[in-house]
């Protein structure tokens, strides 16, 4: 499996206090993506980064801010967390190279926001 | 994006060939075809991935037809452990593209 561990792995905080989410990986790709998967739509992407402080944004990355400082480190932050953001939050990674390299994916977060 | 469409659930035996469909109308000239695994409280995890024609790993085939605008993912013998949640991609897996997952084919297979 691909080393990509995400911390916290379980989380529960209160509506209005800032989170941070961390993605860190031992592969030396260059993709890093975070996802949230709710029930009914699958996942969906939040924020994605290209390189070291190269970043984008995703489908649904309104009240969501990424930092990427060196490569096997991406995170995600939530400045004041809504409970519409109680989510399992997941972090990928792919390669660089052609386009049809895999995204390989980290086990989750699961964030609940009280 | 092109959009996916394939069935919300399946039902299967174990020691059966399971093949699950996925439409894909507008899939574009240099998109690629991805087919991902989750199980729960897990993230997706790449199972196969391919451009037309068929494409075979370890652990499963996919076919696609001259047109493209479908795809086949062919689970041979299926187990108790390959119940699990199967997503149909098409698009660029990497770089600066991103991916749109559907909601996914949950498959259930019993004794």
């Known amino acids: 499996d691909a080393g990509i561990t995400q911390s916290p792995r379980h989380k529960v905080t209160e509506t209005g206090t800032p989170v941070t989410l961390r993605c860190h990986q031992t592969?030396?790709?260059?993709?890093m993506y975070w996802y949230r998967q709710d029930p009914g739509h699958g996942l969906r992407l939040i924020h994605y980064s290209y390189g070291v402080k190269d970043t984008d944004k995703g489908e649904v990355s309104d009240g969501y801010s990424v930092s990427r400082s060196k490569t096997e480190d991406f995170l995600l932050t939530l400045e004041s967390a809504t409970s519409s953001q109680t989510s399992v939050y997941f972090c990928a990674i792919s390669e660089q190279g052609s386009d049809n390299q895999p995204q390989h994916f980290g086990d989750g977060t699961r964030l609940s926001i009280l | 994006l092109a959009k996916t469409t394939q069935p919300i659930s399946m039902d299967s035996y174990e020691g059966q060939e399971v093949n699950i469909t996925c439409s894909h109308n507008n899939i574009a000239t240099n998109d690629y075809i991805t087919w991902y695994q989750q199980f729960p409280s897990q993230g997706p995890r790449f199972i196969i991935q391919?451009?037309?024609t068929k494409v075979t790993n370890e652990v499963a085939s996919l076919f696609i037809p001259a047109d493209r605008k479908s795809s086949t993912l062919s689970l041979p013998r299926v187990s108790l452990s390959d119940t699990a949640v199967y997503y149909c991609l098409v698009g660029k897996s990497s770089g600066y593209s991103t991916l749109t997952f559907g909601k996914g084919t949950m498959l259930l297979v019993s004794p």
């Open positions: 391919g451009y037309k």
């Open positions: 592969e030396n790709h260059r993709y």
